[in-house]
């Protein structure tokens, strides 16, 4: 069911993106290459090809050159600094955590037979994540007279920072598509989850205010007592592959993923997850009519903003991780369309010109495949892990506490003896039958 | 200039463990009250609850006006509970007055009445929803609500101060096809709020975090004089409808709802099962309504009552409501006091938050079926 604002017009809505598109044509026409080409009278500018020197008008073609900017691409694509920012990087992860935040709200709202985001971007309520981003921006921060400043005007931040560095871990592609590919990237990722209890008790401490206390301390509580079982859960799987390298376990679940075999593992890390990600029904350390909004209650303005962001950036992390270590990471049947080969043996022919296309494609087929099935799994592991929010109420500390503590490290042995029972009966691992 | 500190800081300054909370006026998970609690670790140590920061004096505004006159505002602690607010009023001024009330007109006023619980349970319930961190909870009782309220649109006029319920009757007839139409939607409501019972009353979860919480056993519930759902969530069968019929009450067949385990879970458990019986009784209201007839007794202007005083309760949605009213033969009432329950189940908070865990505070504050401006008065 698609839900439109009522003064919607089609036609409204392309005719402001084409006013939009007019504009920015013409003042690039009018004032930006006129400027260009002013600029450029006035540089000395360099020889090429032996014999001619560079003007203004040849200055445009060589830049709109494929067979220069190709390669310029391929190396911008395959640098670090790319794959820490935008690819597997954090942007990819902020990109994807916008839409997780718009696909629960929409959904939670079919769910409790309401509309949802509605009105602004005029389809759905597209836009409505931009206009909270834009209201957070412009709202003062206010810092609690007796806080702790440093600290407190640096705990979103390192929650953002810890939520990227955890990003850097996962691998996404095969062919090395990861920011960070170590030996022990298991280990890592458990060194960096382990930082997130750290900044919420600072955080909560240094406001120097009850509720945020409270809620600080039962984060810790909440996040340190489900680490054990997290950690316990992965055991299994270390021990059939023999290697806590993230790209490896991805590359041994080329015909079976580990949650055929491991299934009560992949049940426990996923309850645990739920509660360190602090969702719903384990939110107490911001339950809304016990303690206000628990260590959140003195941030405000763009502060909220950035912790909002590195929660749900968090969130696709440990989707993502779940998706590696139990659904196969990127495996799955090849649907992306090859690449045209006629494209890069002939080149493309508009009319009289011929345009040679030389070092295409850019991405090859296999990573496009690869990224295209891990989200798609990545996606359908955080529509579970949002849909608790819309069937359950909150949970107490003790029964929070006692799933922990008890049900779940006691699941999570009970998985490290299939997982052992399968290594020694010679079934799975190293020269198993599988 | 020494000051001397309050009984509660004092506390806190004898014992470092013990942490005040203040809960409300300002906080999301209070009313418009305010609750002293007092934490030593996860544990409630006391609990002071603190009304009165809606205090309107109605009581008092109360004798400036005519009987007449006083209907409006007299409804106001309550809104979305208006008729039944106005129904121990009403029956205390026609036995002043000594009128009766036409048939038609007691029927309509048992409909509306207990359409008015319905809409008042839905918003009880959806604010308990959300207290538990249930959010689905909330919003389907909200939306559901507007069923009713569509309904008693149509019947009295407005959607939520209705002001219905007049000395000698009601304010206006029906609509002509108002039964179908009321038949159709309370069917139609039984049938969702039984959907109620899959997504929340049996939850895992909820029932796990709400049972065995606040346990009011029947004896301190006879003790503390609780009423309503919280007293029949004890185990004492105590329904109004049933033991004083008013009205014609009397000759429906009205079944009141007891559990006997009396936590947290048993009182939010009352109302849903609150509504349903208000189903039946619509529909055998509807059935046995005379169809034509006169819905009110034209009074005298500014009518007078003799030197007496009467004492009339009904079943309100939070329990037990009365009105006594003194009359001095003159248009005005010499003295309306209400007695509320939601005042006389909020005495009964302290004894049930000691000792609870801070968790369970929203659970067993919101389950004691309490609504703070009616307290309040």
Redesign the interface.
């Known amino acids: 069911m698609s839900a439109i604002a009522p003064k919607f017009r089609f036609s409204y809505f392309l005719k402001s993106v084409l006013d939009n598109v007019f504009w920015i044509v013409t003042l690039f026409t009018l004032i930006g290459i006129p400027l260009v080409m002013i600029l450029l009278f006035y540089i000395e500018l360099p020889v090429i090809n032996g014999n001619k020197l560079l003007d203004p008008y040849l200055a445009l073609t060589t830049l709109a050159d494929p067979s220069r900017q190709i390669p310029m691409l391929k190396s911008i694509i395959h640098s670090d600094f790319f794959r820490i920012t935008a690819f597997p990087g954090f942007g990819f992860a902020a990109l994807l955590a916008a839409a997780t935040i718009f696909i629960e709200r929409k959904m939670l709202a079919k769910l409790q037979l309401r509309v949802g985001p509605f009105y602004c971007g005029k389809v759905e309520g597209i836009l409505q994540l931009m206009g909270d981003g834009l209201k957070l921006i412009s709202k003062e921060i206010i810092i609690p007279a007796k806080a702790d400043k440093p600290i407190f005007w640096a705990a979103p931040v390192l929650f953002v920072a810890t939520a990227a560095a955890f990003v850097s871990l996962i691998p996404v592609a095969s062919g090395g598509w990861v920011v960070a590919d170590i030996d022990v990237g298991l280990l890592a990722v458990f060194a960096v989850i382990g930082f997130f209890p750290v900044i919420t008790v600072l955080s909560a401490w240094s406001a120097n205010s009850k509720f945020p206390f409270i809620g600080g301390i039962r984060a810790l509580h909440q996040m340190v007592s489900f680490e054990i079982p997290l950690i316990l859960s992965v055991l299994g799987i270390v021990i059939l592959t023999g290697s806590l390298n993230l790209t490896e376990i991805v590359q041994s679940q080329d015909h079976y993923w580990w949650i055929v075999f491991l299934p009560i593992g992949a049940i426990v890390f996923f309850i645990a997850i739920l509660a360190e990600l602090e969702r719903i029904p384990f939110d107490l350390p911001e339950a809304e009519s016990e303690i206000v909004a628990g260590w959140l209650t003195e941030f405000s303005g763009m502060m909220y903003g950035l912790v909002q962001l590195g929660s749900y950036v968090k969130l696709y992390a440990f989707a993502a991780l779940f998706v590696v270590l139990f659904l196969g990471g990127w495996h799955g049947p090849m649907v992306w369309p090859p690449f045209p080969e006629e494209i890069i043996q002939n080149g493309i022919s508009m009319g009289p010109i011929t345009l040679h296309l030389p070092g295409l494609p850019l991405l090859d087929q296999q990573m496009l495949n690869d990224v295209l099935w891990f989200v798609i799994k990545t996606m359908g592991v955080i529509f579970v892990i949002l849909l608790p929010r819309g069937v359950f109420p909150r949970i107490r500390i003790d029964l929070l506490l006692h799933i922990g503590w008890y049900k779940l490290i006691g699941l999570s042995f009970v998985n490290i003896f299939i997982a052992l029972g399968l290594l020694y009966a010679g079934v799975l691992g190293p020269g198993g039958i599988l | 200039m020494t000051t001397q500190l309050p009984p509660g800081l004092q506390l806190e300054k004898l014992n470092e463990r013990i ?1 005040t ?1 203040n809960v409300g006026p300002q ?3 209070s009313g418009h009250m305010r609750l002293i609690i007092k934490v030593d670790g ?1 544990y409630i140590v006391s609990c002071d609850p603190d009304p009165g920061y809606v205090h309107r004096g109605e009581e008092k505004m109360a004798e400036y006006r005519n009987y007449i006159q006083n209907i409006p505002h007299l409804e106001r602690p309550v809104i979305h509970d208006s008729c039944n607010v106005l129904y121990p009023y009403c029956l205390g001024v026609e036995e002043l007055l000594g009128v009766e009330v036409p048939e038609r007109a007691q029927y309509l006023r048992v409909i509306a009445s207990e359409l008015n619980r319905c809409v008042y349970i839905q918003y009880w319930l959806a604010i308990y ?12 009782p909200a ?1 559901d609500r507007e069923l009713l309220i569509d309904l008693l649109e149509k019947m009295t006029g407005a959607r939520v101060t209705h002001a219905y319920f007049v000395p000698g009757g009601i304010r206006n007839d029906v609509p002509a096809n108002f039964e179908d139409m009321c038949l159709k939607r309370v069917n139609y409501f039984e049938k969702r709020i039984k959907e109620y019972a899959a ?2 009353y049996d ?1 895992p ?2 029932i ?2 709400t049972s065995g919480a606040g346990v009011l056993s029947r004896d301190d519930a006879i003790r503390l004089g609780t009423t309503g759902s919280t007293l029949r969530a004890s185990g004492v069968d105590f329904d109004l409808r049933k033991k004083e019929p008013y009205d014609v009450y009397g000759e429906l067949d009205v079944h009141s709802n007891v559990l006997k385990e009396g936590d947290s879970y048993a009182r939010s458990k009352i109302p849903w099962l609150d509504m349903l019986e208000s189903c039946n009784i619509i529909r055998q209201a509807l059935q046995k309504m005379p169809k034509s007839g006169s819905v009110r007794v034209k009074l005298k202007p500014n009518p007078k009552g003799g030197n007496d005083e009467v004492y009339k309760r009904v079943e309100s949605g939070r329990g037990s409501l009365g009105c006594y009213i003194v009359s001095r033969s003159k248009p005005e009432p010499y003295r309306v006091k209400m007695s509320v329950g939601s005042f006389r189940n909020l005495i009964c908070m302290p004894y049930l938050l000691k000792g609870e ?6 659970a067993v504050y919101w389950s004691l079926n309490y609504w703070p401006v009616e307290a309040d008065r």
């Open positions: 942490m909370l906080h999301p998970g996860d929803g959300i207290f538990l961190g249930h959010s689905t909870m909330f919003m389907w939306g997504i929340f939850n979860i909820l796990s975090r865990k801070l968790g369970n505070m929203p």
